[in-house]
């Protein structure tokens, strides 16, 4: 419950103190001597008409009665225990009034006298009293709530405790079992945690509870009734959200009605306003447009465009932004990596020998125009579990089979090498697809969901029968060999002359170093027929690489890693009309697949039939194949993109909700289950799934809910933040938007916006960027640059190669190439200035911005700042960052006068050109580009406002 200030003057207060006769004995009078106090500090918010958190204190029955979350909010008899009294003392969180001066403690003694003159009811007096889950929610649940749910809520559950119901509390955690023991406070943990009896004492890390509050918690503990057991049994057996079917959820009525715009909004503010919390501001139209151009397409947006956006800001002007986007195909090209990371895509293979998978660039532009078509989702799903089956998909279905091939072939060989494919295969459909947690089963019973041990291997014998690997596949007519023919023969030929000069020169160069040696060569054991000697006896009398310079020794070393057998992308199937997909073996109908033991190969138990997952269907019974032709996987992936699969769009939903908002709705959005972090909006999560479903299963339709509420276009800051954070520190409620920094890939290509070079061209085999060779030495792998042209294409399209990760992406939180990447870090650490400040990609790239800007903008200093500042960050610079950076760039230490003009030839120039650049290749833009790489290394143009 939350109440809200209103000024009471002193002379107000010694009047009702006068008049209660509170400095005598006289018996306080409820109408007389609290009613007035309540109305003056309280009946703002908690009237019939405005009930917050559905507390009325008009009367003293609507006080016994309470609220809706925490009960009544007096206890006849015992002001000690009444919640009123705790929360105006602060011995409650939050202390009320709300944002006010708390109440004098002649008032509250005062209010405290009314209530224990009170008669307390018939069933309250002596031993006989029965605790009740509204005595629970009263006495107890605030307390836990304020001292325990930081470490045992649902979302975050330590030790698998959780203290927000009864019936979790019964259950207690995983390794210690329940917390309360009923009727017994001193043998239960929870008591002898709490008073330190038991270690550790708790809250761990924090304040002790006082022992007056856990004695409220233990008298609750032995008066309660032993019927809550059963009845905390038979709930925990009931089947709950997330495998309860999804319906459509009555949109709920909110009393600030004007600030909804969609009903995500009804959704959201109906949760903050029983919680008292009002959402931050709108963020600012600039704010706006950059949040929704970085959500959609990974870019920022032009000057021109943030320009022509801020003369009509209106909300038609708004959505035909959404649209144009979602049109865009750069939005495939950003939507398509967030499905990469959790395919766990790479160009590589994986493990010590990672040798590369030169077709499944097919794959990664295969989900690109999956997105750039909002390819109705149940279909992509079915494609990438089954295209072979469904002959209308044809080859494009096909090619979503890579999603099954993408696991990290580690060196095992044998039944150990399948079980390793086949372990990967179900654990990465469950949790992708379904956010379940499946593989946990794998060795035994899921100890949170109730996943049996057998439904693990039910679902593996779906797949048991598919082998994955290359196979011959002509390109069709969305594929860049088709698309753009030209590109691509050039393409072509250029990388197989780029391959024979590789091992051209690599021959030559050998063979120079080999006449070399013959010089020096003599025979290991001289004889009289010497003339006669083989080759091979003639040795070299000192170390071989004695004849070598520095250089020929490192170009010895990139020559063995460009032509070594492993770890190598240097071949010549990039551009061959092939694709990895997977097949069934001709006797997939009589593959058998067992439970194993522990999941160990060696052990197999009982056979199992392809099965679904019982907690769905409720049965173990295997389905039903006669008559199926073609895979058994259709069954699989028509059972997974069904509407009666309760997981599917939920977890769908959730997940284009986190790429917006940088947090999903459920905080783990490939676990579900009991031990992921379940959510406060389950409603809006359903909703969601529902519209989801009803669309056609259509992204975009997803996207335009989500991008035209006002949750998200809220502020990141709140002007009550910290009085906010003490109800809501993880923000669960979403009263303010949390801090969002863009991708490492958007980081990357974004410098090449703003510079003016990136290459907009799309599909086709991956690009090479930049080599570094005592980096790339230590992953056992080299390249030679592609083209610059080529270096300067998206991101995404970069070669992935697991064993040697591009460093920029990698330090700013990249995903992990070597499993599915369901949430990307957030870290702030030091490595990332040394990247993006001292980096050759980012000296590059400020010097071809200082070009762009010289040749859009002129010669003017001024000009050339307020440029600088419009492909940055979109927007002008304000006074003092003009007299800044003119001072900067002039080396005057101030801002040149008003008119002055001055030429680059005058500009002092700063010399400190970065790895790989000399004073001569900085030229007379060297300040400029100074400026600019300052500029690509605010966290404005890093972060989103």
């Not at 409620?733 to 510079?755: G, K, Q």
Request: hydrophobic share 35%.
């Amino acid at each position: 419950m939350k109440w809200r200030a209103v000024a009471v003057s002193l002379g107000s207060i010694l009047a009702i103190l006068a008049g209660s006769h509170i400095l005598g004995e006289s018996p306080v009078d409820f109408e007389r001597d609290v009613q007035p106090v309540l109305q003056e500090k309280c009946l703002a918010c908690h009237t019939a008409a405005a009930a917050q958190s559905g507390l009325v204190m008009e009367s003293v029955e609507a006080m016994l009665k309470g609220g809706e979350k925490s009960g009544p909010s007096i206890l006849a008899g015992d002001s000690d225990g009444s919640p009123l009294v705790q929360h105006l003392r602060g011995e409650l969180e939050p202390r009320m009034p709300v944002g006010g001066d708390p109440l004098p403690e002649a008032q509250i003694a005062l209010i405290a006298k009314w209530i224990d003159q009170m008669a307390p009811p018939a069933n309250q007096d002596g031993a006989g009293q029965i605790a009740s889950s509204q005595d629970f929610e009263t006495h107890v649940k605030p307390l836990l709530e304020q001292n325990c749910e930081a470490c045992h809520g649902t979302q975050t559950h330590q030790s698998g405790l959780v203290v927000e119901t009864v019936t979790a509390l019964l259950k207690g955690g995983a390794i210690q079992g329940p917390a309360i023991v009923v009727g017994n406070s001193e043998e239960s943990p929870l008591i002898q945690r709490l008073r330190g009896t038991r270690s550790p004492r708790m809250p761990m890390n924090g304040q002790p509870l006082s022992e007056e509050q856990i004695g409220h918690i233990a008298r609750w503990i032995d008066q309660l009734d032993p019927a809550l057991v059963a009845e905390a049994a038979e709930d925990s057996t009931k089947t709950k959200w997330p495998w309860t079917p999804v319906t459509q959820p009555e949109v709920p009525a909110v009393r600030n009605k004007e600030w909804v715009r969609n009903p995500i909004d009804a959704f959201m503010l109906a949760k903050l306003e029983k919680q008292q919390l009002e959402p931050a501001e709108a963020v600012s139209p600039r704010g706006l447009l950059r949040r929704l151009y970085f959500g959609l397409i990974g870019l920022p947006p032009t000057p021109e465009v943030m320009e022509r956006f801020l003369a009509d800001p209106s909300p038609e002007a708004y959505r035909q932004e959404v649209e144009n986007l979602l049109a865009d195909s750069r939005y495939g090209e950003h939507w398509g990596r967030h499905w990469l990371d959790l395919a766990r895509y790479s160009d590589t293979r994986g493990g010590a020998i990672d040798d590369p998978q030169p077709h499944l660039w097919r794959y990664r532009d295969y989900v690109i125009r999956a997105f750039n078509q909002d390819r109705p989702y149940d279909r992509f799903i079915k494609e990438q579990l089954a295209g072979d089956a469904f002959r209308a998909f044809g080859d494009e279905g096909k090619l979503g089979l890579g999603f099954l091939g993408l696991w990290v072939k580690v060196e095992a060989s044998g039944e150990q090498g399948r079980r390793n494919y086949m372990t990967d295969v179900v654990n990465t459909t469950s949790s992708v697809f379904m956010g379940l947690t499946l593989g946990c089963a794998q060795c035994h019973d899921h100890k949170y969901d109730p996943l049996p041990q057998a439904d693990y291997f039910r679902i593996e014998a779906f797949f048991s029968p598919i082998s994955f690997d290359k196979q011959d596949m002509a390109f069709h007519q969305y594929e860049m060999p088709l698309q753009d023919p030209e590109r691509w023969e050039a393409r072509k030929e250029a990388w197989k002359n780029h391959l024979e000069k590789i091992k051209k020169n690599a021959k030559a160069f050998k063979k120079e170093i080999s006449d070399r040696q013959i010089e020096h060569q003599l025979l290991v054991n001289p004889q009289d027929l010497k003339d006669w000697a083989h080759a091979d006896q003639k040795k070299i009398p000192f170390p071989k690489d004695t004849l070598r310079t520095a250089e020929e020794k490192e170009r010895s070393r990139r020559i063995e890693l460009m032509t070594g057998r492993f770890a190598n992308p240097n071949v010549d199937g990039y551009y061959d009309p092939k694709a990895y997909i997977v097949r069934d073996s001709p006797l997939q109908h009589n593959v058998a697949t067992y439970v194993l033991t522990g999941g160990n190969w060696r052990l197999r138990a009982e056979q199992v039939q392809p099965g679904f997952l019982s907690a769905i269907t409720g049965n173990s019974d295997p389905v039903d194949m006669d008559g199926l032709v073609g895979s058994r996987r259709q069954l699989l992936a028509k059972w997974i993109a069904n509407r009666e699969n309760p997981l599917t769009a939920r977890v769908m939903v959730n997940r284009i909700w986190q790429y917006h908002f940088g947090k999903g709705l459920v905080a783990t959005p490939s676990d579900f289950g009991s031990n992921g972090s379940g959510t406060v909006h389950q409603d809006l999560v359903d909703w969601l799934a529902w519209e989801f479903m009803e669309s056609g299963w259509s992204i975009k339709e997803i996207h335009r809910l989500i991008l035209d509420s006002n949750v998200y276009a809220l502020s990141m800051v709140h002007d009550r933040s910290e009085e906010y954070e003490k109800v809501d520190p993880n923000n669960r409620y979403l009263w303010v938007r949390d801090p969002f920094r863009i991708p490492a890939e958007s980081l990357r290509d974004t410098i090449l916006a703003v510079s003016g070079k990136l290459e907009p061209a799309m599909g086709g085999p991956p690009f090479f960027p930049e080599e570094n060779l005592e980096q790339m030495a230590r992953a056992g792998t080299w390249w030679i640059s592609s083209g610059q042209q080529e270096v300067n294409r998206r991101t995404v399209y970069m070669i992935q190669s697991r064993s040697y990760p591009i460093p920029l992406i990698k330090v700013f939180d990249g995903p992990n190439l070597d499993e599915s990447c369901v949430v990307r870090g957030n870290t702030t650490v030091t490595p990332q200035v040394f990247s993006l400040f001292n980096g050759k990609f980012p000296h590059r790239q400020s010097q071809a911005m200082a070009e762009r800007i010289v040749a859009e903008a002129g010669s003017d200093p001024l000009k050339q700042v307020v440029r600088a500042f419009q492909l940055a960050f979109q927007r002008d610079p304000s006074p003092a960052e003009k007299t800044r950076s003119l001072a900067f760039l002039t080396g005057s230490g101030a801002a040149p006068e008003q008119g002055e003009r001055l030429s680059l030839k005058q500009v002092s120039l700063v010399r400190n050109g970065g790895p790989g650049h000399t004073d001569n290749e900085r030229g007379e833009t060297g300040s400029l580009a100074d400026l600019c790489l300052i500029l690509i290394n605010m966290n404005e143009f890093v972060y989103l406002e």
